[in-house]
C-alpha cells in the first residue's frame, strides 16, 4: 500500500468514523467527555471522569481542527471551558476526577493528569487561540514546581501525598507538553523544565550498561527492586526517540545517541513475528509480556514515520487497521491483545484516541 492510500483510508476512518462517532456517543450533555463507550457506542456511565481522558479529548478535537475537521473546534472549546471550569484547584494545580455530574470525587494532583492539562493547554493555544491557555499553563507549571518539585532528586513527585514506586512515565509526557509549548510558545520556565526531563533522562532513565529505559524507580531514583526494576516497555522507547527528535528540532540538542539505541533495542527485542510492539521486556531483551496494547502501535508508527521508515510505518498500519480497529462499529477500537491474538477489553477507551491521533496526524501530514 502506497502512503496516499494509507493517507485516504486513515483520513475516511479518522474523519468519517471515529470523530463524528465519538463527538456523538463521547460526549454528555456538559460537554464532557465520557471514560468508555460499549462496542456498540453506548455511553457507559457511573466511572470517574478522569483530568487526563479530558484533557486528551481536548487535544484530540482541536488537533482535529487544525488536519481540517472544522467541526472539532466547537467540541475543543465547550470541553476546555469545562475543564477549566471543573477541574481546576484553588492552588493552581488540578484535580484527578470528578463524576457525572461534575463533582470532584478525587482532589489529588496527579503528575501524568498535570502533564495532560499542559499539553492541552498547548492544543488550545495553537489551534483554538484560546488567550486563557498560556496564562494557566504557566501557572500551572509554577504551582507544580512550587508543590512537587524533588530539589534533592530531580523530577516531582508523582501525587500528592507522594506516592512509589517513581515512573518515568509522567515524566515523559510532561516533557511532551513542555516540547508542544516551546514549539508554538518558546519560554524560560517551559525551556528550563523540559530540560530538567532530559536530565532526568539522562542520569537515570537510560540503562547505559543495556541500552534500555527504565521505568520504576526508588524515591532517589535508584532501579526498583525485584521484578519491577526489570520492566521494560518497548512502547515507551519508541515514544521517547519521538520526543528526543522533537527536542532536537528545538535546540535541545545531544540525545541523538541514545535515541539510536532505544531504536535499535526496540525494533530488535520488543516486536513480535508480525512486527507488533510487545507490552513489556527485561533489561536483557526477553520478553515479559508478549501482549500488546494499541499505544504501541500507534508511537511506533508515529516515530518509524519520523524516522524515514515509511515502509515499515505504513505495514503496522496496515496491522493496526486489521487488529485493534477491527470492530463491528466502525470508529471504535480494541486496547488490549493477549499474545496469541486474543481480544482483552469488555469496553473501548476514550484515551486511546489521543494515541491515534497522535499517529494519523503524524501520517496524515507526511509529504506523500
Excluded: C
Excluded at 466511572?47 to 467541526?71: D, K
Excluded at 526517540?241 to 535541545?252: E, I, K, N, S, Y
Excluded at 527485561?282 to 494499541?294: A, E, K, Q
Amino acid at each position: 500500500m502506497t502512503l496516499s492510500t494509507m493517507q485516504t483510508r486513515v483520513r475516511d476512518w479518522l474523519f468519517g468514523q471515529a470523530l463524528p462517532l465519538w463527538a456523538r456517543a463521547g460526549i454528555d450533555a456538559e460537554g464532557r467527555f465520557h471514560e468508555k463507550l460499549a462496542f456498540d457506542a453506548r455511553p457507559i456511565t457511573g466511572r470517574p471522569r478522569r483530568t487526563r481522558v479530558q484533557a486528551r479529548q481536548v487535544y484530540v478535537f482541536a488537533e482535529a481542527a487544525a488536519l481540517g475537521w472544522a467541526e472539532g473546534e466547537a467540541v475543543a472549546r465547550r470541553a476546555l471551558d469545562v475543564l477549566i471550569r471543573d477541574y481546576r484547584r484553588d492552588d493552581g494545580l488540578w484535580v484527578r476526577a470528578v463524576d457525572d455530574a461534575g463533582a470532584v470525587i478525587d482532589a489529588t494532583p496527579d503528575l501524568y493528569d498535570l502533564a495532560f492539562v499542559l499539553f492541552a493547554l498547548a492544543a488550545a493555544h495553537r489551534v483554538l487561540k484560546d488567550e486563557r491557555a498560556r496564562p494557566l499553563a504557566l501557572s500551572t507549571l509554577a504551582a507544580v514546581e512550587g508543590r512537587m518539585a524533588d530539589p534533592v532528586h530531580g523530577g516531582w513527585q508523582e501525587a500528592l501525598p507522594s506516592v512509589l514506586p517513581r515512573r518515568q512515565n509522567p515524566h515523559m509526557h510532561m516533557l511532551e507538553a513542555l516540547l508542544a509549548w516551546q514549539a508554538v510558545a518558546p519560554d524560560p520556565t517551559f525551556e528550563a523544565a523540559a530540560r530538567s526531563v532530559l536530565d532526568l533522562f539522562d542520569r537515570r532513565f537510560f540503562d547505559r550498561e543495556h541500552l534500555m529505559l527504565g521505568e520504576f524507580f526508588t524515591s532517589d531514583w535508584t532501579v526498583a527492586p525485584g521484578g519491577a526494576g526489570q520492566v521494560v516497555e518497548p512502547g515507551h522507547h519508541m515514544e521517547w526517540v519521538w520526543l528526543l527528535d522533537q527536542a532536537r528540532r528545538l535546540g535541545f540538542d545531544g540525545h541523538e545517541r541514545q535515541a539510536q539505541a532505544l531504536l535499535a533495542s526496540a525494533l530488535t527485542n520488543g516486536v513480535d513475528a508480525r512486527g507488533m510492539m510487545v507490552r513489556e521486556i527485561d533489561r536483557i531483551g526477553v520478553v515479559r509480556d508478549g501482549g500488546y496494547r494499541l499505544w504501541g502501535q500507534t508511537e511506533a508508527i508515529r516515530t518509524l514515520l519520523t524516522r524515514g521508515r515509511i515502509d515499515r510505518a505504513l505495514a503496522l498500519t496496515e496491522t493496526l487497521f486489521a487488529t485493534h480497529l477491527a470492530t463491528s462499529t466502525p470508529g471504535l477500537w480494541i486496547d488490549n491483545f493477549t499474545a496469541d491474538g486474543k481480544a482483552e477489553d469488555a469496553d473501548v477507551p476514550a484515551s486511546s484516541l489521543y494515541h491515534l491521533t497522535t499517529a494519523f496526524s503524524a501520517l496524515l501530514t507526511e509529504p506523500a
